[in-house]
Nanobody, 116 residues
Framework: QVQLVESGGGLVQPGGSLRLSCAAS????????MGWYRQASGKQRELVAR???????NYADSVKGRFTISRDNAKNTVYLQMNSLKPEDTAAYFC??????????WGQGTQVTVSS
């Protein structure tokens, strides 16, 4: 089992920045990749950014150049630095972990609202 706890969401003005954190605990050794997904009201959940155990990253086209995913292995934590935020970035953001057993784990979600 893997437990994921997100933090760092909130209300920010357009053009502002936020950093989301996702702390993992439990069977850390089983994690193969971690990522951030988001789900806006009335829309499907979508991948925002992902980082593998080897450090490879990929991003949704809509956030490339604005968002950066990183990790601190010593703290078992993954971060999502979000800059130049836009109203269309408003969504619930969920941390995800892929495991060697192909079982996905999810955090509880944190709300990001971009509004003036």
């Amino acid at each position: 089992q893997v437990q994921l706890v997100e933090s760092g969401g909130g209300l920010v003005q357009p053009g502002g920045s936020l950093r989301l954190s996702c702390a993992a605990s439990g069977s850390i050794f089983a994690i193969t990749a971690m990522g951030w997904y988001r789900q806006a009201s009335g829309k499907q959940r979508e991948l925002v950014a992902r980082i593998t155990r080897a450090g490879s990253t990929n991003y949704a086209d809509s956030v490339k150049g604005r968002f950066t995913i990183s990790r601190d292995n010593a703290k078992n934590t993954v971060y999502l630095q979000m800059n130049s935020l836009k109203p269309e970035d408003t969504a619930a953001y969920f941390c995800n972990a892929d495991s060697i057993a192909n079982i996905p784990y999810w955090g509880q979600g944190t709300q990001v609202t971009v509004s003036s």
